[in-house]
């Protein structure tokens, strides 16, 4: 089972609005609405910010929204914060011997 | 409040065995998998297995299968993920994590702290 694949940055000044792709394949992000998105600060754990494709948890800013297109998914962070500046991890359900797979990762540069 | 507390960081050499735990509370522990999560020195993360801590049913990435077990002891609200011989290309951060409803394809919800697995050849 391959990684899904993302952009390995993306930039963008305080205020602006960005967005992270993640392609995948019929066999998972094509097929599944269980795409995630995690927030990864360096030292810390990973922390789920988007579920379900365009689900945020409880707690979770209204400025990281998420959306999919056929074998394609999408996280948009709006109003660019320079906390925001992190890695990015998108995941799938896959239904076969590997559960899930995650993105290669984008690392978020706040200018 | 949910919280996976892991056990702490290690180092080993090639060969060995070892074993690292992460014990759950403020749930019902039985009640919702616990999978493992590999974070490689090059950042990238990759999903190794998971266990249904009721029954101890687990399933494997193939990419892991037969190099590492998983397991649990829903007693003590801890799951462990277990090498007999490691090597060191298994040095990396492991993580436990659970989801929110126990449903298939749910996501990841909780995390544990990680656990760094330093093994030297």
């Known amino acids: 089972q391959s990684a899904l694949t993302q952009p390995a940055s993306v930039s963008g000044s305080p205020g602006q609005s960005i967005t992270i792709s993640c392609t995948g394949t019929r066999s998972d992000v094509g097929t599944y609405h269980y795409v995630s998105w995690y927030q990864q600060h360096p030292g810390k754990a990973p922390k789920l910010i988007i579920f379900?494709?365009?689900k945020r948890p409880s707690g979770v800013s209204n400025r990281f929204s998420g959306s999919k297109s056929g074998n394609t998914a999408s996280l948009t962070i709006s109003g660019l914060q320079a906390g925001d500046e992190a890695d990015y991890f998108c995941s799938s359900y896959t239904g076969r011997n590997t559960l899930f797979v995650f993105g290669t990762g984008t690392k978020v540069t706040v200018l | 409040e949910v919280q996976l507390v892991q056990s702490g960081a290690e180092m080993k050499k090639a060969g060995e065995s070892l074993r690292i735990s992460c014990q759950g509370s403020?749930?019902?522990?039985?009640?919702?998998?616990i999978a493992w999560v590999r974070q490689t020195p090059g950042g990238g993360l990759e999903w190794m297995g998971r266990i249904d801590p009721d029954d101890s049913y687990t399933n494997y990435s193939p990419s892991f299968q037969g190099h590492v077990t998983i397991s649990a002891d829903k007693s003590i609200t801890t799951a462990y993920l277990h090498w007999s011989s490691l090597r060191a290309s298994d040095t990396a951060i492991y993580y436990c994590?659970?989801?929110?409803?126990?449903?298939?394809?749910?996501?990841?919800?909780?995390w544990g702290q990680g656990a760094l697995v330093t093994v030297s050849s």
């Open positions: 403020g749930y019902n522990f039985a009640s919702y998998w």
């Open positions: 994590v659970s989801p929110k409803k126990g449903l298939d394809g749910e996501a990841f919800h909780y």
């Open positions: 379900e494709v365009s």
